[in-house]
């Protein structure tokens, strides 16, 4: 059974950073591309950011290029997002899923979700 | 960037009616376009990948269609559990771009 555990979120103030990870199981995790999603209070479905099965290649969203970095330690079956420079608009809910591979970026499985909150 | 927009943003309708939710792209994607629902306090689960796939698990009466930069998600008869958010998304090579959802009601 394909499991996605996030954890890492907190409370913290504009311009600290965090790090979340996302613990997998249940798949062979290094074939497949990671990405992060999140969604802020009462709001829509926001893409952070992917990474592929091998770490060769990274991708993510302009509102976070430059401030975030996402990583995977294929040895430990985990996904992280390094989160630099926090803001207000950062606060929500952050996800992590498995694309369904074969060039096909879908996320078949979500974790729980971790809350993150930019907030003095 | 490509954009996706999602219409209506909102729906009612009644349990049995046949209801469509479309979404549309800046420019051309081809068949990468995948469909979640999405219920207060949870994660989106996925119902249609690479247009009109069903996902394993998903009720037949979910369906998608459409290619390019139309693209469309049909509920064929709308059931009391379908009440939800359902979210639209551009799954390319690196390019994930979510439309901005359409929360579906039960009159």
């Known amino acids: 059974e394909v499991q996605l555990l996030e954890s890492g979120g907190d409370l913290v103030q504009p311009g600290e950073s965090l790090r979340l990870a996302c613990a997998a199981s249940?798949?062979?995790?290094?074939?497949?591309?990671m990405t992060w999603v999140r969604q802020a209070p009462g709001k829509g479905l926001e893409w952070v950011s992917v990474?592929?099965?091998?770490?060769?290649?990274?991708h993510y969203a302009d509102s976070v290029k430059g401030r975030f970095t996402t990583s995977r330690d294929n040895s430990k079956n985990t996904l992280y997002l390094e989160m630099n420079y926090l803001r207000a608009e950062d606060t929500a809910v952050y996800y992590c899923?498995?694309?369904?591979?074969?060039?096909?970026?879908?996320?078949?499985?979500w974790g729980q979700g971790t809350l993150v909150t930019v907030s003095s | 960037d490509i954009q996706m927009t999602q219409s209506p943003s909102t729906l009612s309708a009644f349990v049995g009616d046949r209801v469509t939710i479309t979404c549309r792209a800046s420019q051309s994607i081809s068949s990468w376009l995948a469909w979640y629902q999405q219920k207060p306090g949870k994660a989106p689960k996925l119902l249609i990948y690479k247009a009109s796939n069903l996902e394993s698990g998903v009720p037949s009466r979910f369906s998608g269609s459409g290619s390019g930069t139309e693209f469309t998600l049909t509920i064929s008869s709308l059931q009391p559990d379908d009440s939800a958010t359902y979210f639209c998304q551009h799954c390319d090579y690196f390019s994930e771009t979510f439309g901005q959802g359409t929360k579906v009601e039960i009159k």
């Open positions: 899923g498995k694309t369904r591979g074969n060039s096909d970026f879908s996320l078949h499985y």
């Open positions: 990474i592929s099965g091998s770490s060769d290649a990274t």
């Open positions: 249940g798949f062979t995790f290094r074939s497949y591309a």
